[in-house]
């Protein structure tokens, strides 16, 4: 009994031990985004700001995947951000509740739609868009920008600027950010070289024209979009998500420098410019890739169907005296043998002695496309 005891108590401690480094490691990578977030800022009053604002994507993320429990690890590391700027007051408090509260929020919100971290579904890049990012970050815009008024850090006409600015770096960390956080761990590279080159063929465009569209006086920032779509539908979020985050960056370099596109315009017109841009891209990226992948999901669900009822009638049809399967052996509609025939030759792009989704999602990989939904 006492070894029973023993178990169960070391099996508690390892549990917390656990839970105590997941809400350590958050705080860590939260700390740490923080302060890569400040490289391009932007001041009002006392007030600082950052057009794209990583940790409101990564808080999000912990809370989806590692669940509600990690929120000190949220608090922990706005703390000691915070603290790196100054001594702490009231109105730092005030910020680092907000930056609690806010993803705690979204992530509340997600879940009374039944979001789904593997955003396969329309309905997810939506709700990660409208209620995870527009909606989730209004309370850190309005908690942050209310304490610093009310600290008399912040004076009431930059009131709306700030909040605004704010609120907008907030979503686009959660737009940009977080995506790429949920899709990451389930990624897994193709082994069919046959994409290869077109993988290759898209990096070497990509590192190509970003910089030329954004750099550039001209103001050719939307060429970025060719190039986001053909990501997204090749290679999915997991295309698409990277290359979301490389244009963002380059763009919000641009804005703060007031080079390149951005060269000529008053902040407030920089700012605007730089989040349409950032919100239109990944607004694209994630909805494109949601509606591909929902479609590939789709199309496997019915040949799925297909293959079963394909099965069955391979076994109520009548057979014939001498046309029949060898004896005591009934017939292999999953090997694509009918009664009476001989087996099939494997299609062209399908795995041979395979058959069903998992041979031809096979054959999709390998030519980069997708059988139809019945044989």
């Not at 800022?41 to 590692?66: H, K, N, S, Y």
């Not at 790196?84 to 408090?93: F, H, K, V, Y």
């Not at 600027?161 to 956080?181: F, K, Q, Y």
Request: proline share 8%; net charge positive; glycine share 10%.
């Amino acid at each position: 009994m006492a070894r029973v005891v023993r178990t169960e108590e070391s099996r508690r401690a390892g549990r917390l031990s656990a839970a105590l480094l997941r809400i350590l490691g958050v705080a860590a990578v939260y700390w740490g985004a923080g302060e890569l977030g400040l490289l391009k800022q932007v001041t009002f009053g006392e007030a600082v700001v950052t057009p794209l604002w990583p940790p409101t994507g990564i808080a999000l993320a912990a809370l989806l995947r590692l669940g509600p429990g990690v929120w000190p690890g949220v608090t922990l590391g706005a703390l000691a951000f915070v603290r790196t700027l100054g001594p702490l007051n009231t109105a730092d408090i005030g910020i680092v509740a907000g930056n609690t509260l806010a993803p705690l929020c979204a992530l509340l919100m997600l879940r009374k739609v039944a979001f789904r971290t593997q955003l396969d579904r329309l309905r997810d890049g939506v709700a990660l868009v409208f209620l995870g990012a527009l909606g989730g970050m209004l309370v850190s815009a309005t908690v942050g920008t209310a304490s610093l008024l009310l600290g008399g850090r912040l004076p009431a006409d930059a009131w709306w600027p700030t909040w605004s600015a704010w609120w907008a770096g907030d979503a686009m960390g959660v737009l940009v950010v977080t995506p790429l956080l949920l899709i990451l761990p389930r990624y897994r590279p193709p082994w069919n070289t046959r994409r290869w080159p077109e993988a290759v063929a898209l990096v070497v465009v990509a590192a190509v024209v970003t910089p030329v569209a954004v750099t550039s006086p001209l103001s050719m920032l939307y060429l970025i979009f060719p190039v986001l779509i053909w990501a997204a539908l090749r290679f999915e979020l997991a295309g698409s998500a990277p290359y979301v985050l490389f244009a963002s960056v380059l763009a919000i370099s641009e804005a703060t420098d007031s080079v390149g596109a951005f060269e000529g315009h008053t902040l407030v017109e920089r700012m605007i410019s730089l989040q349409v841009l950032n919100g239109s891209a990944a607004l694209t990226s994630l909805l494109l890739a949601a509606i591909v992948t929902e479609q590939a999901n789709v199309r496997l669900k019915i040949q799925e169907a297909c293959d079963e009822l394909a099965a069955v009638v391979w076994r109520l049809a009548p057979k014939e005296p001498g046309t029949g399967p060898v004896a005591g052996r009934a017939p292999d509609p999953a090997a694509g043998q009918a009664p009476g025939r001989a087996p099939e030759r494997p299609r062209p792009g399908t795995t041979p002695g395979r058959s069903g989704p998992e041979g031809r999602r096979s054959g999709a990989e390998g030519n980069g496309e997708e059988d139809g939904p019945c044989p």
